[in-house]
């Protein structure tokens, strides 16, 4: 029988969790192929740091949601803010076409027709993820054109309210929100005065449970967040439903056009 296959493209390990993981784990349930790129390193840098355990997390979440396998584009974690500066390796630091190419042989090898990335303004501005958005979409304009026409391109989407109260924090945190990245180069509230429309809205409240088993996964950025952000992770799974119950995604490609909402990110696809 055909398979369904989704790839997914993140940036960190944990964001297949935090950011995706309801919608990766509903697709699995359903007998979907779902692979994901991260842009970590393939190989701890070093046993027992925190590579090591960072990668020995993103493998306990990627079982936990049923994801059958993880690439690595070899890469390192980057700053939120220039003046920081980036360790050798950093995302930031390598040029986008060598990452565009990277994650285009990932697309070639797994032959998704469902591809999912963050959104264009990296959930609260990280320029990894901002990066990540903007290499996946490159890659899949050129993976489409030789695929077909049926492959089709997400883009996580969030509540603009929220989105730009992130903004507002982080300028009072002293983040430079209009020069993040290692030159500066994301202008965070420019990026937010685009449109952003919601194409489909997924319903993943018989999901949420595989998030916070995963979510468990990931004690090392668990321990280094905020408390907000620790008593979520740590509230009941019926909390968390009402919060991550029904995710929204901006369709790239085909280009989102008006209409119903989508409820199934394989409908119209090919097998």
């Not at 309801?22 to 007998?31: D, K, Q």
């Not at 842009?39 to 355990?53: D, W």
């Not at 049926?150 to 507002?168: G, H, I």
């Not at 967040?225 to 929204?248: C, D, I, N, Y």
Request: overall charge neutral; aromatic content about 6%.
């Amino acid at each position: 029988m055909p398979q369904r296959r989704l790839l997914a493209v993140f940036a960190h390990p944990d964001d297949e969790t935090f950011l995706a993981g309801p919608v990766l784990a509903r697709y699995t349930v359903e007998g979907v192929d779902v692979q994901l790129v991260c842009a970590t390193p393939e190989e701890p840098v070093s046993e027992g740091g925190i590579a090591a355990v960072r990668r020995a997390e993103l493998q306990c979440a990627a079982e936990a949601l049923g994801i059958r396998r993880v690439h690595h584009l070899g890469y390192g974690d980057s700053p939120m803010s220039p003046e920081l500066g980036a360790a050798p390796g950093a995302l930031v630091a390598a040029p986008q076409e060598e990452v565009v190419e990277r994650v285009l042989k990932v697309m070639e090898e797994v032959k998704p027709q469902v591809v999912i990335t963050d959104s264009a303004y990296g959930a609260y501005g990280h320029p990894d993820h901002v990066l990540m958005h903007r290499a996946t979409a490159s890659a899949f304009a050129q993976y489409a054109a030789s695929a077909g026409a049926t492959q089709k391109l997400y883009a996580l989407a969030y509540p603009m309210p929220l989105v730009r109260l992130n903004v507002r924090l982080l300028r009072l945190w002293g983040v430079p929100v209009s020069r993040l990245g290692l030159r500066g180069e994301v202008d965070l509230p420019q990026i937010i005065r685009e449109d952003y429309p919601i194409s489909a809205r997924l319903d993943v409240r018989s999901y949420v449970r595989y998030r916070k088993e995963a979510g468990r996964c990931h004690r090392s950025q668990i321990a280094a967040a905020p408390l907000p952000l620790k008593l979520l992770e740590a509230s009941p799974v019926w909390f968390q439903t009402r919060l991550f119950g029904h995710l929204h995604l901006t369709r790239l490609h085909p280009p989102h056009a008006p209409g119903p909402r989508e409820t199934d990110l394989f409908a119209g696809t090919v097998v």
